[in-house]
């Protein structure tokens, strides 16, 4: 989809694009985020560009009425009802938790300690650094 078609269907339909959805950059903005790509200097803009939020880009894709907005706006849709159960899933189980230990108090502390240990996120794994190196071994005649 062509730029200005994106830009064409953001203006017909502004109302729907509130500060938090949509902003426009500012100049010293979009002189920054240039500075930081590698594009070349051939051509131009002559308006400001925009960007959208999250939220905006859920918008966005539902304004729009390509082949390829509609099964974004799908996407996107899908994404958010399983963020969604995901999220009370994992609060319904520390509700239950802390329920469950006040009403048992001491006796399963080192249980109840271990589950809350599981509902943490997984560390990062670092990457080992090789110490050293072997030396080639040289024919012995």
């Given at each position: 989809?062509e ?32 500075s ?106």
């Amino acid at each position: 989809m062509e730029t200005r078609i994106l830009n064409q269907a953001v203006k017909r339909n502004s109302d729907r694009f509130p500060d938090d959805f949509m902003f426009q950059l500012t100049e010293e903005e979009y002189i920054n985020l240039r500075s930081q790509s590698v594009i070349s200097n051939y051509g131009g803009r002559r308006y400001l560009p925009y960007v959208f939020t999250e939220q905006g880009v859920a918008m966005l894709s539902s304004v729009l009425t390509s082949d390829i907005a509609i099964k974004t706006n799908i996407i996107i849709m899908r994404a958010f009802v399983l963020i969604r159960r995901l999220g009370m899933t994992t609060i319904d189980s520390k509700r239950k938790i802390n329920s469950i230990e006040r009403k048992y108090d001491h006796q399963f502390k080192i249980v109840f300690d271990a589950i809350r240990q599981l509902l943490l996120p997984p560390p990062e794994k670092k990457k080992k650094i090789k110490m050293g190196f072997s030396k080639p071994e040289r024919n012995k005649e």
